[in-house]
């Protein structure tokens, strides 16, 4: 990608209705870049949307979220297969749209140590990448860095699997990482370490193609709780901003704050006045 791009989660709450066309109304107005579509119970989309978004695709980044009930660890077989089908069905959607890339909190760990999970989710997702070359379809996967301890998806182990696959990049939800730490990842350095740590690691292209969320969030010991609008929230965002410049970072950033478009334009205001 050639900049940074601000995306609001899901269609802007201000919009004179909640379809796509009027969203891209707000984000107009707003002079943000484009939205992530939120599939949260099932891959579902209205043929009216889909040719909106297919309309709009050049003009806009659009990006999606994979459904929440995804578990490539689950111990029922139907489970790890419907968990498959909805990762390969969000990717299928977005990539006709004409979407950059979805996410997905990819498993829990189920009682399983670390190196259990890992390898089972490497597996399965050696699946989901070889349909996707069957079908040619190249867009980005990428499992989140995930808000709870019993997620699987810390940091390190988000980098590790991007390095196994071609087509496997992080998604680095920065609001999950300071809501499983209990607090931490939340300064300059901080988010200065995760870049240059993803941009050695994985290597340069990941910095330029990357996928951010962000918002504000309420945790606890057991991590996330829920997410809030920045200014009743203790996120960082200004050090995330300065931290994504410093490393000019390009790709996206998802904002997930309850307000939607006013915490994505105060992030993007924020970005563009440095
Ligand atoms: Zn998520």
Known sequence: MDKLNFLTAGIPASAKK???????????????????????????????????????????????????????????????????????????????????????????????DKEKTYNTVKEKLALICSQLEEKNNKIWIRPET?????????????????????????????????????????????????????????????LNNFHAHVAGIAYGAKGEKHHLNFEEADMNYKDLARAFKSFDVKGVVVCESPNIEVDTNILKEYYNSL
């Not at 997620?151 to 990482?177: R, T």
């Open 18 to 112: 909640s379809s796509y066309e009027e969203g891209l109304k707000v984000l107009d107005e707003l002079g943000l870049d484009g939205l992530e579509v939120e599939f949260v119970r099932g891959v579902r989309i209205s043929d009216v949307s889909r040719e909106v978004l297919i309309k709009n695709s050049k003009d806009y980044v659009f990006t999606a979220h994979a459904p929440f009930f995804i578990n490539l660890n689950a111990k029922e077989q139907d489970k790890v297969d419907a968990s498959i089908r909805r990762i390969l069905e969000t990717a299928e959607v977005t990539n006709d749209f004409g979407g950059y890339s979805i996410v997905f909190h990819a498993a829990y760990y189920l009682g399983d």
């Open 146 to 206: 995930t808000g709870k301890a019993t997620q699987w998806g810390d940091l390190d182990e988000i980098i590790k699997i991007s390095n196994e696959f071609a087509q496997v990049l992080p998604c680095v939800d920065f609001a999950h990482l300071h809501a499983r730490s209990n607090g931490e990842f939340n300064a300059y350095d901080d988010f200065c370490m995760i870049l240059e740590r993803i941009g050695t690691e994985i290597g340069s292209y990941a």
